[in-house]
């Protein structure tokens, strides 16, 4: 399951495609802009994983086709242009992805062979290329042939390679890449020095990220507790959240994030305006449990 700014979409047991919220943009990819209160099926076809950005969604078939819908703007569905669609439309004719992320405006993926894509708004180096160009069609980073994963934030994007390695890259201002700075980058940029990252989860200016060993790490924008460290300092480099303990999944959202525990707890910790903490605080700084 993953959500956006105001829709949400997941897969249910044997891969069907349900979505379900704000629709004005033909988001939920049923082919129209009627928002739904309810989970909707998108279409009949079995499907490996979706991705939710602010007002489009891309996901992968079984086969491993590419499949975008939404809010065409900026090229963030990697069609050749800017046009919307509200039915999952085919990305180029490669059967080879296995991995997809959709940002704020941006699209990232990964192919089976270890190369990073990435298409969509370029304007804080999100895409990785070097430069701020805006891009209608997926386009290789780099030639590296080891990335694993792949997540696009809000202006910015973070990756793992095969080696253990962490990269992020974009904008900076909150210190959310880990480099140690608030300076942006327009090309992946290693986080540390360690080589034990496993996976990585990027909000609109906050990141968290796990190691092999079970230990969840979270950075960047922090002025109301988001980062779930009790405090409200940002933080420019990792930092672990030992409270947590190991084995953590972790869901980002704008000023908020979650936490599921390998116990089966849900937590959640940040900025609370419309409830979407689970509880009736204005903003909470350590994770606590969702009533």
Known sequence: MDGGDYHTCGLREGG???CWG?????ELGIGTTEGATVPQEVDEEVWTMVSI???HACGIRDGGSLWCWGQGGSGRLGLGHTMGRQEPTRVGTESDWEVVSAGGAHTCGVR????????GFGNTG???QGNTTTLNVPTRVGTDTNWATVSAGGFYTCGTRTNGTLWCWGSNGTGHLGVGDTTGRNVP???????????VWTGDAHTCASQTDGSLWCWGRNAQGTLGLGDTTQRDTPEELTALGADVITALGQWHSVFLTAAGEILSAGWNPIGQLGDGTAWVEEPRPVP
Not at 22 to 26: D, I, P, T
Not at 112 to 119: E, F, R
């Open 189 to 199: 940029t290693q986080v540390g020095t360690a080589t034990t990252w496993a996976e």
């Open 112 to 119: 089976s062979d270890g190369s990073l894509w990435c298409w």
């Open 16 to 18: 069907s495609l349900w």
């Open 22 to 26: 704000r629709n004005a943009s033909g």
């Open 126 to 128: 999100q895409l990785g």
């Open 53 to 55: 950005g602010n007002y």
